[in-house]
């Protein structure tokens, strides 16, 4: 099926929707993706230690996905049309003095604060602008999804090379002031033109496009997703290939360093890790549409096992091919390429597997995994630290990715079998109710 299937009117207003969606979540791109940049010059500022400046990432990880249940819950209570400006605008304001907090921090307490309240904001805009992306697509929800996750993916490779330059002439609290104010105002502003689709307009894509991969034939409410072995090993899915991503994510300047990689010129008088951080960020905001719209044609699972696959191989080669620059920068571009897409594969699956009409909550309740494996992120400074080298950790990250292709592949893809026909009344119920 494609988009001609579809009213005129009712198609122009999803994909302008999706627009604004991409655009406020290429805003919140630096929390996340711009953070390794400021973590040296804080150190070098203040003499805090590595593992204790990496904990507000690990805080604000946190708090950007456990109240993201909340945060879609208070969208879907005020209604498709006041939810999202509301939630997001509010977002966009917090994003804002989250990161003008971080740029006066003189304590590791203020730095945690600023930590929190960006947090919280930006996990308000991305469960809405997430959230709106599968019910406005259900007949293209990976695509829809993976286009929207990688305005945050890859939204940070406009910046960072504006935001190193900041930092080195004039530091980095002026960088997290003006690039901190500036994002949320934009994000602000595009958030008084979203709005999520009615029932009447959902029932009708559903009617006129229906998707090609496996999807349930109901909606199951969040209690019931939460008692669903499915969520469940979902939940442990995501937390496993999300910690091995967010590992290289928080740590890649700091693994360039000791790779003696990190101010190598290797291509028009950028350094290497210039050229990575600029690479690594278009990698991991291409993946999600990308696999995103494979896992729409040949099945999310099948898709999995490809991504998490070369992702483990990628893990491998970096760690054992360290010190030579162009190595560095193309077998870390492999690993955000293969990771990036869990944000447009399990959203999809979730909903496949659970319905649309709680999608916010019950994505984003899924989503709070990578909170959680961003716990994980300084144990691999402490690897590291004990063992003197990144290899341990690359071995432990591409593990884990292996592990997860084959329950991708035999145990999940069985299960969402299983419930699909029993919620079409094909075998007994292997979803129950809360």
């Not at 292709?405 to 007994?428: D, E, H, N, W, Y």
Request: proline share 5%; aromatic share 12%.
């Amino acid at each position: 099926m494609t988009d001609s299937v579809i009213a005129q009117p009712l198609n122009q207003m999803r994909w302008m929707q999706l627009a604004i969606g991409v655009v406020c979540m290429i805003m919140i791109a630096n929390l996340q993706y711009g953070w390794t940049l400021f973590v040296g010059p804080i150190n070098k500022a203040h003499g805090w230690d590595v593992a204790s400046i990496q904990l507000a990432f690990a805080i604000f990880v946190a708090l950007e996905t456990w109240l993201t249940p909340v945060e879609g819950w208070i969208v879907d209570k005020l209604g498709a049309s006041r939810g999202p400006k509301l939630v997001v605008a509010i977002g966009g304001v917090l994003i804002g003095i989250g990161w003008v907090i971080n740029g006066i921090a003189d304590t590791l307490p203020l730095l945690y604060l600023g930590a929190v309240v960006s947090g919280v904001g930006g996990g308000a805009v991305y469960a809405t602008c997430v959230g709106l992306a599968v019910k406005w697509f259900p007949d293209r929800r990976g695509l829809a999804v993976g286009l929207t996750a990688a305005g945050f993916g890859a939204g940070a490779a406009i910046t960072v090379v504006p935001i190193r330059a900041v930092i080195e002439s004039s530091g980095y609290e002026a960088a997290f002031l003006y690039f901190g104010i500036g994002q949320g105002v934009v994000v602000f502003i595009m958030a008084w033109l979203l709005r999520g689709p009615e029932a009447s307009e959902i029932a009708a894509m559903e009617k006129m496009v229906p998707p090609k991969v496996m999807q349930s034939m109901r909606s199951y409410t969040p209690g019931e997703v939460l008692s669903s072995p499915i969520f469940w090993l979902l939940y442990v899915m995501f937390v496993m290939v999300s910690a091995s991503g967010l590992m290289a994510t928080a740590q890649i300047a700091l693994i360039a360093k000791d790779f003696n990689v990190a101010n190598t010129v290797i291509l028009g008088g950028a350094s290497a890790l210039s050229v990575a951080l600029i690479v690594d960020n278009v990698a991991k905001g291409a993946a999600r549409p990308l696999f995103g719209w494979v896992s729409d044609n040949i099945g999310r699972e099948y898709t999995m096992a490809i991504a998490f696959g070369l992702g483990a191989i990628s893990y491998w080669l970096l760690g054992t091919m360290e010190t030579a620059p162009w190595a560095f920068v193309v077998f870390a571009a492999l690993i955000f390429l293969t990771w990036g897409e869990i944000f447009s594969l399990f959203p999809s699956t979730c909903t496949d597997s659970f319905g649309p009409k709680f999608a916010t909550v019950n994505l984003s309740l899924l989503y709070t995994a990578k909170g959680a494996s961003a716990f994980l992120v300084p144990v691999a400074n402490m690897i590291q630290k004990s063992t003197g080298s990144w290899h341990m950790v690359f071995l432990a990250t591409a593990v884990m990715n292996f592990v997860v292709v084959g329950m991708a592949l035999f145990i999940l893809k069985p299960m969402r079998s299983r419930a699909t026909q029993a919620a079409a009344g094909q075998i007994p119920q292997a979803v129950r109710p809360a």
